[in-house]
């Protein structure tokens, strides 16, 4: 579902020097799905990406908020809970694996924003995406609940990351409220009144776009737009890009390098009305 | 196994929830909770809800506990965690609604088609299979199983999405399934001896 997202992340990372190394048979986390039906194999689940991360001694970088608060809880619960990460790790070592909690969960924009820097990508920018006006959205998962990579409430690291990249970031009240996540599937009503929120705050403060962390918000703002529409009587239009993308535009990679020919609403004739080469 | 599930049958779902719950990292400030109704009003889907956040601890205290457990509450419950980070006496409710959601699926008071609830066991399954989700197998057989009708109505968006190959048809399974099987059942072994945290349901 998140091919736009993968390849755009993986463009980025090679011309920033991130030196991505995908996790060695990873498995799903099982997201809050899993861990509705499942307490212990939920964690179990996890811990197998920890336990193989470790093993490879390294850290994991995700680019989906739910994958990164589903591993963090694992972490910590193991961690302050003795008889859980008990349990966890005979069940690991019946895999031959085993996991002593060294390994840090990160999301790539935290990465990007923190560990390669402001003056590393403005070095990089061939392209101009000057007055792009962009509303940052964060949704719930990347700082809820731990609150590790920003302020739970009021996040600010994405409205950093694309003033650095010359987009203007409008100011989104709702930035860190949900957009129903799984809702969409199994409440739609709950689902699309989250969503046109969404959309209808963006567009009252003057957004062109809304920039996204997570495939599920991408998912659930992007391809839900006629429903919305259909459902509220509303005219609710708005390309949304990941953020990896809008980095690889200001990078000056083309639109098809970064999957941005796949979208229901599209972005195009945004796109060239800004975008200018610099460089 | 079966002899546990029977076991906490019989103990009232309050008992079998407080000893979950307390098992939780922080789990016990739900004593501490002063009914004061931030989780109610940071929620986003609480308008929707049978019973508010803040109800459900009020269910809890008053042994109504059953009532929200098969109410609409906690399938409305989105994981955004608003409610447990604004909490002014650190209650998790997050994972109190992820602990009735268990508990709504293990004592069998869901309905057969409520959606939510077939949703999380399809993804189980196909997690347990595969090690890996898909989205096109978890969406048609969830449409199967609830309202096989609806899916026309999805079709035009899943016939967009996938001539965008934005619909990946391929399942992938990791090398290690098997082994993630014997992990499981070390943990299904386990949780005979653990009761509370060692809850497992068969999905």
């Known amino acids: ?279 | 196994m079966l002899q546990t599930q029977q076991e906490s049958k019989e103990r009232s779902i309050t008992d079998v929830f407080l000893e979950d719950i307390y098992s939780i990292p922080g789990g016990e400030k739900i004593k501490e909770c002063i009914q004061c109704g931030t989780c109610s009003a940071s929620c986003a889907t609480s308008y929707a809800m049978d019973y508010t956040p803040r109800e459900v601890i009020a269910a809890l205290r008053a042994g109504l506990l059953d009532r929200v457990v098969k109410s609409n509450t906690i399938w409305l419950c989105s994981s955004c965690y608003y409610c447990t980070v604004r909490c002014p006496a650190g209650v998790k409710l997050t994972d109190v609604m992820y602990e009735l959601k268990r508990l709504a699926v293990e004592f069998g008071y869901v309905e057969k088609r409520a959606k939510a609830p077939v949703v999380s066991k399809l993804f189980v399954d196909i997690v347990d299979k595969n090690g890996r989700i898909s989205e096109v197998e978890l969406v048609s057989k969830f449409m199967m199983k609830t309202n096989p009708f609806a899916a026309l109505s999805m079709m035009p968006r899943a016939w967009k999405l996938f001539r965008r190959g934005r619909m990946p048809l391929m399942p992938h399974r990791i090398k290690g399934v098997e082994e993630l099987k014997k992990s499981a059942s070390t943990i299904e072994e386990l949780s005979g001896l653990h009761a509370g945290t060692g809850k497992t349901v068969e999905a």
């Not at chain 1, 011309?15 to 060695?24: H, S, T, Y």
């Not at chain 1, 799903?28 to 991360?53: D, F, K, P, T, V």
């Not at chain 1, 093993?55 to 619960?77: F, G, I, Q, S, W």
């Not at chain 1, 409440?187 to 046109?196: I, P």
């Open chain 1, 1 to 279: 579902m998140n091919k736009a997202y993968d390849k755009s992340a993986r463009v980025v990372c090679e011309a920033l020097g991130v030196d991505l190394a995908e996790l060695n048979d990873w498995n799903c986390c099982g997201a809050s799905a899993y861990m509705s039906i499942r307490e212990l194999r939920a964690h179990l689940i996890s811990a197998r990406n920890l336990a193989l991360a470790e093993k490879e001694k390294k850290d994991l970088v995700v680019v989906c908020p739910a994958c990164l608060t589903t591993l963090t809880k694992t972490n910590h619960y193991m961690a302050e809970n003795p008889r859980l990460k008990k349990t966890i790790s005979t069940a690991l070592k019946a895999a031959n694996l085993q996991y002593y909690g060294s390994v840090k969960v990160r999301h790539l924009l935290e990465v990007i924003v923190n560990d390669v820097g402001e003056n590393e990508i403005k070095s990089r920018i061939k392209t101009s995406l000057k007055d792009l006006k962009v509303a940052p959205y964060y949704g719930c998962q990347l700082t809820r609940p731990f609150g590790e990579v920003d302020d739970p409430e009021f996040p600010t690291i994405l409205d950093k990351l694309l003033s650095w990249i010359g987009a203007k970031p409008v100011n989104y009240p709702l930035k860190a409220k949900c957009c129903g996540g799984m809702l969409m599937m199994t409440k739609e009503d709950v689902g699309l009144e989250l969503t046109k929120n969404l959309l209808a705050c963006a567009k009252e403060n003057g957004a062109e776009c809304i920039a996204t962390i997570c495939p599920l918000c991408h998912m659930n703002l992007e391809a839900y737009q006629d429903n919305v529409n259909k459902h509220f009587g509303t005219d609710l239009k708005i390309p949304i890009l990941y953020f990896t993308q809008l980095i690889g535009l200001a990078f000056g990679f083309s639109r098809k390098s970064l999957g941005i020919d796949d979208e229901l609403t599209p972005s195009k004739a945004l796109l060239e009305k800004h975008l200018e080469v610099v460089r």
